[in-house]
């Protein structure tokens, strides 16, 4: 104050010119403060974001299949979203003002304690109701927040089904009914969204008026002792000053109050995931290349809250090399039973062998290392071609290799057609190729593995005539020297396998040849006559 009282005394050029540099100064180094803070907070901020999301997304890769069995897709992905960033606003911009607001509370409250800890201690009686005011509102702020975060997925859901399933949208005249779906979604999510603003909005003037109520109690007393001559003017001034600056953070604290609590409850969500058992590995032994010997000794399986069983006490035994479909009707147990050998779900009961090796004792890594899938429903990744026949473990295959799997898919003579054959783009879950094609790819995939155990899942499902006739004839020449498991629901595709194991309601009821079976005249020849006569 000295240097600006003397420059108004005498202005001089020098002092003038002196006052404007040191007020450019500190309103640099206030500039440069403020960008370091609001950088370095982002960074922060993000970091924490990306570090949330990969861990998630890694633990989401980890999780056995009975987890997603109980989990929409939507969900999932909110969470991966939408409930990371609400993290990132507790851990950033609510942490910055819990940490600078309440470092001023925490001063100006000791500073009026210093001027005068009686009428202090009077404020400090709001205290606890103003307690239990924030308690209150940050137990609706979970609840709106949770419901937030559950109307989120929903939203996430409808909206991949129905781009996903755009065609079926389109052909069945569902247009209307999916915006309708999406629009009470949406109007569900605008209404926990309003009820927590809602929430937020009320419980922050409530929180000002205890605090007026506090100053006003205040304000009183201390007129009181100005008339009475105990309190000066100049002690009033400074304690009513002091009073009134503490009332802007104090509002603060409480205003971030909502931010807090929705990181909280998504922290809460995140932690659900994370918290959660991935897929046990219980297998101490690695195996090296099996020769395919496949046992079943008294299997059991059954799916959680299910009333029943759905693989009943199984015993079979698969020689290396040999192929064996699986049939029943819809349910019946073929496909769990499968599902089994890969240990996508553990057995509840009895045993499942490979080369006389029980799969429990060996590492996942090692199990599946074994074992090659063709799906019914196949997973194309948004790449190339090649990328997709040379999918994970597969990438470091040459070239040639990746050329001669697709050549024996027959999947060649398409490729190099493309405009720009295997470096064609396919588009989301191969989206830009046919059905036929898409299963074909699926099936170099598996060729191009070269396990010695093959899992087809009604591979010929999704071709034409022409397509099925190409790949019937390359899975003969690859089911050869390879244990094949083949779920299948067209018989015709089943016919030339070695054995064909009929399960009903979770038991084996009838195996043999095609031909044995026919002559039993059993449920295989039922199953057979009632097809060929719907032809």
């Given at each position: 104050?000295?240097?600006?009282?003397k420059?108004?005394?005498?202005p001089?050029q020098?002092n003038?010119i002196?006052?404007?540099?040191?007020?450019?100064?500190?309103?640099?180094?206030?500039g440069?403060?403020t960008?370091l803070g609001?950088?370095?907070?982002?960074?922060v901020g993000?970091?924490?974001?990306?570090?949330?999301?990969?861990?998630?997304?890694g633990?989401m890769l980890r999780?056995?299949?009975?987890?997603?069995?109980?989990?929409?897709?939507?969900?999932?992905?909110?969470?991966?979203?939408?409930?990371?960033e609400?993290v990132n606003?507790?851990?950033?911009?609510?942490?910055t003002?819990v940490?600078?607001?309440?470092?001023t509370?925490?001063l100006?409250?000791?500073?009026?304690i210093?001027?005068?800890?009686t009428?202090?201690?009077?404020?400090l009686?709001i205290?606890?109701?103003m307690?239990?005011?924030?308690s209150l509102a940050?137990k609706?702020f979970?609840?709106?927040?949770?419901?937030?975060?559950?109307?989120?997925?929903?939203?996430?859901q409808?909206?991949?089904?129905?781009?996903s399933g755009y065609r079926?949208?389109?052909t069945y005249g569902a247009?209307?009914?999916e915006?309708g779906r999406?629009?009470k979604?949406?109007?569900?999510n605008r209404?926990?969204v309003?009820?927590?603003?809602?929430?937020?909005?009320?419980?922050?003037?409530?929180?000002?008026?205890?605090?007026?109520?506090?100053l006003?109690?205040?304000?009183?007393?201390?007129?009181?002792?100005?008339a009475?001559?105990?309190m000066?003017?100049?002690?009033?001034?400074q304690?009513?000053?002091?009073a009134s600056l503490?009332a802007?953070?104090?509002?603060?604290?409480?205003d971030?109050n909502?931010?807090?609590q929705?990181g909280l409850?998504a922290a809460?969500s995140?932690?659900l995931v994370?918290?959660?058992?991935?897929e046990?590995?219980?297998?101490?032994e690695?195996?090296?290349?099996?020769?395919g010997?496949?046992s079943?000794?008294?299997?059991?399986?059954r799916?959680?809250?299910?009333?029943?069983?759905?693989?009943?006490g199984v015993?079979?035994?698969?020689?290396a090399g040999?192929s064996?479909?699986?049939v029943?009707r819809?349910g019946?147990?073929k496909?769990?039973?499968v599902?089994?050998?890969?240990?996508f779900?553990?057995?509840?009961?009895?045993?499942?062998?490979?080369d006389?090796?029980?799969?429990?004792?060996?590492?996942?890594?090692?199990?599946?290392?074994?074992?090659a899938i063709?799906?019914q429903?196949?997973t194309?990744?948004n790449?190339s071609?090649?990328?997709n026949?040379?999918y994970?473990?597969?990438q470091?295959?040459t070239?040639?290799?990746?050329?001669?799997?697709?050549?024996?898919?027959h999947?060649?003579?398409?490729i190099q057609?493309?405009?720009?054959?295997y470096?064609t783009q396919?588009?989301e879950n191969?989206v830009?190729?046919?059905?036929?094609?898409?299963q074909?790819?699926?099936?170099?995939?598996a060729i191009l593995k070269?396990?010695p155990?093959?899992?087809?899942d009604?591979?010929t499902?999704?071709?034409?005539t022409e397509?099925?006739?190409?790949i019937?004839?390359a899975?003969?020449e690859v089911m050869?020297g390879?244990?094949?498991?083949?779920?299948?629901?067209?018989l015709?595709?089943?016919?030339n396998?070695?054995r064909?194991?009929?399960i009903?309601?979770?038991?084996?009821?009838?195996?043999?040849?095609?031909?044995?079976?026919?002559?039993?005249n059993?449920?295989?020849a039922?199953?057979h006559?009632?097809?060929?006569?719907?032809?």
């Open positions: 104050m000295g240097v600006v009282e420059t108004l005394q005498a001089t020098e003038i002196f006052l404007v540099a040191v007020l450019f100064g500190v309103y640099l180094y206030r440069v403060g960008f609001k950088y370095f907070t982002a960074i993000r970091e924490v974001v990306h570090a949330l999301r990969t861990e998630l997304f633990r999780l056995p299949s009975r987890y997603y069995d109980g989990e929409s897709t939507g969900r999932l992905i909110s969470r991966v979203i939408f409930d990371v609400q606003g507790a851990s950033t911009r609510a942490l003002t940490v600078q607001e309440g470092a509370v925490v100006l409250m000791g500073y009026l210093w001027l005068d800890y009428l202090t201690g009077i404020f009686v205290v606890p109701v307690g239990l005011l924030v940050s609706f979970r609840r709106y927040s949770r419901r937030i975060q559950k109307s989120v997925g929903e939203v996430t409808i909206t991949n089904e129905s781009i079926e949208v389109r247009t209307e009914y915006e999406f629009a979604a949406s109007d569900n209404r926990q309003m009820k927590f603003e809602l929430t937020n909005a009320i419980s922050v003037p409530v929180t000002q008026q205890v605090i007026a109520l506090g006003g109690v205040m304000v009183y007393l201390m007129f009181q002792r100005v009475a001559g105990s000066t003017s100049e002690a009033f001034l304690f009513i000053t002091a503490i802007k953070p104090i509002r603060a604290l409480t971030i909502s931010v807090i929705k409850t809460e995140i932690f994370l918290d959660a058992d991935i046990k590995d219980t297998g101490t690695a195996l090296p290349r099996a020769k010997v496949v079943f000794k008294h299997t059991r399986f799916y959680d809250n299910a009333a029943d069983e759905a693989v009943k015993d079979l035994d698969i020689p040999t064996v479909a699986f029943g819809s019946s147990g496909t769990t039973l599902n089994l050998l890969p240990r779900y553990e057995a509840s009961g009895g045993e499942i062998l490979i006389g090796h029980d799969i429990q004792s060996l590492t996942l890594d090692s199990l599946r290392d074994q074992i063709v799906s429903q196949v194309l990744f790449s071609i090649r990328d026949i040379a994970g473990c597969l470091n295959k070239d040639e290799e990746v050329l001669a799997a697709a050549k024996a898919a999947a060649d003579e398409f057609k493309l405009p720009e054959g470096a396919v588009g191969g830009m190729l046919s059905g036929g094609q898409r074909r790819i699926a099936i170099a995939r070269n396990a155990i093959l899992i087809l009604e591979a499902s999704a071709l034409d397509s099925e006739r190409h019937q004839a899975m003969e050869k390879r244990t094949t498991l083949v779920i299948a629901h067209r015709s595709t089943i016919e396998v070695d064909i194991v009929v009903d309601n979770g038991h084996v009821i009838e195996q043999g040849s095609h031909a044995d079976l026919i002559k039993q059993g449920a295989y039922q199953l006559q009632l097809q060929f006569s719907e032809l």
